[in-house]
């Protein structure tokens, strides 16, 4: 069966500080995968895609980057963490060949910048 | 840029149904989801439905569409403490990613 891993489940960072999330799925192989953030009253907002290894799409300009280094496997990363990066991260992905209508989403990393 | 608008809170009885209303601008939006977010959790799938669909009911949910209005609902029948939850609809048209309202938090009152 398939199944989405994402950690760590919490994380607080000072500001400054380098990030790394991983997510990595197991049970499928060449899905879509995706990176989410939920900030408080702000719902989620789809921050990476990567349609596979090395393809990655940005839909919103910050201070975050993502990589697809395997197939099953995609990693937000930060250089230097600003206050406004606090939020709930979320990975998911899709299925191959289903386009995007089925998303299965990962447990979630709550990330608090301090 | 495509979105997608929802209350924010929503507050029933137990026993009671709820009604979740979504609103959507974009024309081409194929697919239609209600995914449920318990505290601290990630996004659990409850039900979709195709755009050449009106209804789709599943047991306690009921998803109802109205293309012309781009207006989505979701009815949970019988409200229990356990739906307490933040209810996100979702649209995409197949071809792009999944785009989300802000999501409506739902509490149950017993």
């Known amino acids: 069966s398939q199944t989405i891993h994402q950690w760590p489940a919490t994380l607080v960072q000072p500001v400054g500080s380098p990030l790394s999330l991983e997510c990595t799925v197991e049970?499928?192989?060449?899905?879509?995968l995706y990176w989410y953030r939920q900030a408080a009253g702000r719902g989620l907002q789809l921050l990476f895609y990567?349609?596979?290894?090395?393809?990655i799409s940005s839909e919103v300009p910050q201070n975050l980057s993502a990589s697809r280094p395997q197939d099953r496997q995609f990693i937000l990363s930060s250089k230097k963490l600003l206050l406004s990066d606090s939020g709930f991260y979320l990975c998911?992905?899709?299925?191959?060949?289903?386009?995007?209508?089925?998303?299965?989403f990962g447990q979630g990393t709550r990330l608090t910048v301090v | 840029g495509e979105d997608v608008e929802q209350s924010l809170f929503l507050s029933v009885r137990e026993g009671d149904s709820s009604v979740i209303n979504c609103t959507y601008t974009?024309?081409?939006?194929?697919?239609l989801y209600w995914y449920k977010q318990e505290p601290g959790a990630g996004l659990q799938l409850l039900t979709y439905i195709f755009s050449n669909m009106d209804m789709k009911q599943d047991q306690r949910l009921t998803v109802l569409l109205n293309k012309k209005d781009k207006h989505l609902s979701l009815r949970i029948a019988d409200t229990q403490t356990g739906d307490s939850a933040i209810y996100f609809c979702a649209e995409t048209s197949g071809n792009t990613p999944l785009v989300f309202g802000k999501g409506t938090r739902l509490s149950v009152i017993a």
């Open positions: 974009d024309s081409s939006s194929t697919y």
């Open positions: 990567s349609v596979g290894i090395g393809q």
């Open positions: 049970g499928t192989s060449n899905p879509n």
């Open positions: 998911a992905w899709i299925p191959p060949g289903r386009l995007n209508t089925e998303a299965f």
